[in-house]
């Protein structure tokens, strides 16, 4: 998930706004999060399967 939608429940501020002690850790801890941590579920099952396909397609012409 990103920040950007999130509301803070300690000021009702946006996070990524940064207005209280709580935002702005929250902020820091989102933003040091891997490159795959914005993607839903769904989105990283999706590119599994792309990449297990492609994978295969590889292996079966290789053969």
């Known amino acids: 998930m990103t920040y950007d939608r999130l509301v803070c429940a300690n ?3 946006p996070v990524n706004e940064g207005r ?3 935002c702005r850790a929250n902020r820091e801890r989102l933003q ?3 490159p795959f ?3 839903s579920p769904a ?3 999706a590119l599994l ?3 297990v396909a492609a994978m295969a397609l590889l292996a079966h012409q290789t053969v």
């Open 37 to 39: 941590a914005g993607l």
């Open 32 to 34: 040091q999060e891997g």
């Open 11 to 13: 000021c009702a501020a």
């Open 43 to 45: 989105a990283l099952v």
């Open 20 to 22: 209280c002690h709580v």
């Open 49 to 51: 399967v792309v990449l």
